[in-house]
């Protein structure tokens, strides 16, 4: 075998393509996995073909692809990008927002449908039955909010928020909304009532 040429070695022609030549090697390799030496003498006959090539394309014989690398050419690949998506969020409104459990949305989601059905249905008892429903909805906000991490401070921060905003857009937009939805017969009071618990539904559930 030592008499052959590289070409006769990897059992390719002289006018083979460099896939052709690339195939033969990698079939010869799998061939003979368990025999080192003929490996070596595969990837030295290799080798000298690529050599030959260069050889020719120097000659302006041949083009070589680009993507054929040479083994004096041969370099080490450049570390790929880390590809993950950078952060889009800042990181302190990530330490706010949290990625809440089906139980963590139905709970909170029960007693505030149970609490705005009282507030709709229930208008003879006036103002009263409201501000009741409204200090049952802070506590259960604080509590939901409290037992995720514990920091009670923040939970009745964020209650607090939750309160004044819905209270305050109910006020505003109230009357607009009722005249434009005129079958829902409720008063301003309860629209800002039912608006706020669903503020602090969402408060404790998708803070922390």
Same mark, same amino acid.
């Given at each position: 075998m030592s008499d052959q040429n590289p070409y006769e070695k990897l059992g390719v022609s002289e006018e083979a393509s460099f896939d052709e030549i690339q195939d033969a090697r990698n079939n010869q390799l799998e061939q003979h996995s368990g025999d080192a030496k003929r490996q070596?003498?595969?990837?030295?006959?290799?080798?000298?073909?690529?050599?030959? /090539?260069?050889?020719?394309?120097?000659?302006?014989?041949?083009? =070589?692809?680009? /993507?054929i690398r040479f083994p004096e050419l041969r370099v080490q690949s450049p570390p790929k990008e880390n590809l993950t998506p950078r952060e889009q969020s800042p990181a302190w409104l990530q330490r706010m927002l949290d990625k809440p459990t089906p139980a963590d949305i139905l709970l909170p989601g029960a007693w505030y449908l149970g609490l705005s059905s009282?507030?709709?249905?229930?208008?003879?008892?006036?103002?009263?039955?409201?501000?009741?429903?409204?200090? =049952?909805? =802070?506590?259960?906000?604080?509590?939901?909010?409290? /037992?995720?991490?514990?920091?009670f401070g923040r939970a009745v921060l964020f209650t607090l928020i939750g309160l004044i905003i819905g209270l305050i857009a109910g006020g505003l937009f109230a009357s607009w909304l009722l005249m434009q939805i005129q079958f829902v017969n409720l008063t301003p009071n309860q629209f800002?009532? =039912?608006?706020?618990?669903i503020l602090l539904w969402l408060v404790s559930s998708f803070l922390r």
């Open positions: 070596e003498m595969i990837e030295a006959a290799y080798d000298a073909i690529l050599m030959d /090539r260069l050889r020719m394309r120097q000659e302006g014989k041949i083009k =070589v692809p680009e /993507r009282i507030s709709m249905f229930y208008p003879n008892g006036g103002n009263q039955v409201l501000q009741l429903a409204l200090v =049952v909805g =802070v506590g259960i906000s604080i509590y939901f909010l409290n /037992r995720k991490e514990g920091k800002s009532t =039912v608006l706020t618990f």
